[in-house]
């Protein structure tokens, strides 16, 4: 163990060299990239500087207890061995999973799509049960929320939603989101009290930044269109809605959320980069055989991931067989323990097929 932090010791003090100097100052990529390997190296060294404390301690009260020329020294000794190695399997535990390579894209704002699957008007209405959920979770953890665009459905909720989250760690945190999530319960429509079984679809793109995606805008066709649905004197009297052609992959991205044509184009564009990541990200995951063994974060968008069944309170997460009987809570935005469990899983699995940084 010692042997690795001190591996990542001297990498840190590298990095430490290289983020001063000015030419990487002016590489706002390279200054980025090495900004975040800085944070999260310096996790390491701080819990290496713990790890080599408590060995010296270790190595210091055997050395006394071994001599025993001082019973009451000797006393205090047993005491700090105790102390020490009682401390010591967990913080070789969590230097272990700081020692599991991390995903670049887990630091990413994210770019999510949430779509009502099959189920009719039911399922519209889930899917803004889902923006709920999601708008509240990500407030209570301070990231901002802002809607890209959204089409509403004709009793309610959403038949799509495309909204941004922006803050610390995003994508590594809400990336557990994406796929099949599934609702059962008696529609509102509905009056003979029969529960039904409504779908939603949830897409987690990481946020590419411009340097992500060389997007040649030869490549896509801008067209400038009048705002529709509800809203204020600007709708339907100013061209300030944006719909981009994608031409070479034949995606369509539309932005109507701002009054400014210019701040639509931004948005749009943003949506359309990471789009297009998310397409590399895919076949990148579908080479990687670790990857494509992953129960947690496989991103397979039909994979059913979640179904929340309202007769019986409870939440059901598939991929870990994890049920919680406090669906109340969770739909209101208290999801961290479903990803904290989450979490865990994809660790546990990547500590297992990573033995060779261990």
Request: aromatic share 6%; glycine share 6%.
């Amino acid at each position: 163990m010692l042997e690795k932090i001190q591996i990542v010791k001297q990498r840190f003090d590298e990095v430490s060299d290289l983020i001063i100097q000015p030419d990487i100052i002016t590489d706002q990529k390279r200054y980025i990239q090495l900004n975040k390997e800085y944070k999260d190296l310096k996790k390491i060294v701080d819990k290496g500087e713990i790890y080599k404390s408590l060995t010296d301690n270790i190595a210091e009260a055997e050395e006394i207890i071994a001599d025993g020329s001082d019973a009451e020294m000797v006393e205090m000794a047993k005491m700090q061995l105790e102390e020490a190695k009682a401390e010591l399997p967990d913080l070789e535990e969590e230097i272990r999973f700081l020692l599991i390579p991390k995903d670049p894209d887990d630091a990413k704002n994210v770019v999510v799509e949430v779509r009502a699957g099959t189920g009719g008007d039911e399922a519209s209405i889930f899917a803004g049960d889902l923006y709920r959920m999601y708008s509240k979770y990500c407030s209570d953890k301070g990231w901002k929320v802002d809607v890209v665009s959204l089409s509403e459905g004709t009793s309610g909720g959403y038949k799509e939603i495309i909204f941004e989250v922006s803050g610390e760690d995003v994508y590594g945190t809400m990336k557990f989101e994406a796929g099949v999530h599934r609702v059962q319960r008696v529609p509102q429509t509905e009056t003979q009290g029969r529960v039904h079984t409504s779908a939603a679809t949830v897409m987690v793109l990481p946020e590419a930044e411009e340097f992500d995606v060389e997007l040649d805008m030869s490549e896509v066709r801008i067209e400038r269109t009048t705002s529709t649905g509800p809203g204020g004197q600007s709708v339907n009297t100013t061209y300030s809605a944006i719909k981009l052609h994608h031409e070479p992959t034949g995606m369509i991205v539309s932005c109507q959320d701002q009054k400014s044509s210019h701040k639509n184009l931004e948005k749009a564009l943003k949506v359309l980069r990471s789009r297009l990541y998310e397409m590399e990200l895919a076949k990148k995951q579908a080479a990687d055989s670790e990857k494509r063994k992953s129960m947690v974060s496989s991103g397979d968008r039909s994979a059913k991931i979640r179904t929340y069944n309202y007769p019986q309170g409870r939440v059901t997460d598939h991929r870990i067989g994890l049920t919680l009987y406090d669906l109340s809570n969770i739909i209101n935005g208290d999801i961290q323990k479903i990803i904290d469990e989450l979490m865990l899983a994809e660790n546990t699995e990547m500590l297992k097929a990573s033995d060779d940084v261990i």
